[in-house]
């Protein structure tokens, strides 16, 4: 059982930045895939990134791509969204999401991928 709780979230002017965290429970942590994901309202939820166990290979979807970095520290149970050159259409409730399970191409971005799930933290970017 893992349980996930985000933070860091705001409201931020377009351009700026945020860096948001998800602080994991339980002792297996390292062994998580760990992703990032938004949900806008109206919308459906839409994946941003994500990390492996290995913290070897970084995934983003293409709308983030060179705006946002994942990052992870195992040894503090903490997984992080550094996001800059935040757009309005950033403007969403920020997932953190965890799975025990290897982290694929064809895996990474669908949420039901995912077995844990923090509350969420809302970013909203004006304009």
């Known amino acids: 059982q893992v349980q996930l709780v985000e933070s860091g979230g705001g409201l931020v002017q377009a351009g700026g930045s945020l860096r948001l965290s998800c602080a994991a429970s339980?002792?297996?942590?390292?062994?998580?895939?760990m992703g990032w994901f938004r949900q806008a309202p109206g919308k459906e939820r839409e994946f941003v990134a994500a990390?492996?166990?290995?913290?070897?290979?970084?995934y983003y979807a293409d709308s983030v791509k060179g705006r946002v970095t994942i990052s992870r520290d195992n040894a503090k149970n903490t997984v992080s969204l550094q996001m800059n050159n935040l757009k309005p259409e950033d403007t969403a409730v920020y997932y953190c999401?965890?799975?025990?399970?290897?982290?694929?191409?064809?895996?990474?971005?669908?949420?039901?991928?995912?077995?844990?799930w923090g509350q969420g933290t809302q970013v909203t970017v004006s304009s």
């Open positions: 999401a965890a799975t025990p399970l290897w982290i694929s191409s064809s895996t990474r971005q669908v949420p039901s991928s995912y077995n844990y």
């Open positions: 339980g002792r297996t942590f390292s062994s998580y895939g």
């Open positions: 990390i492996r166990n290995s913290a070897g290979s970084l």
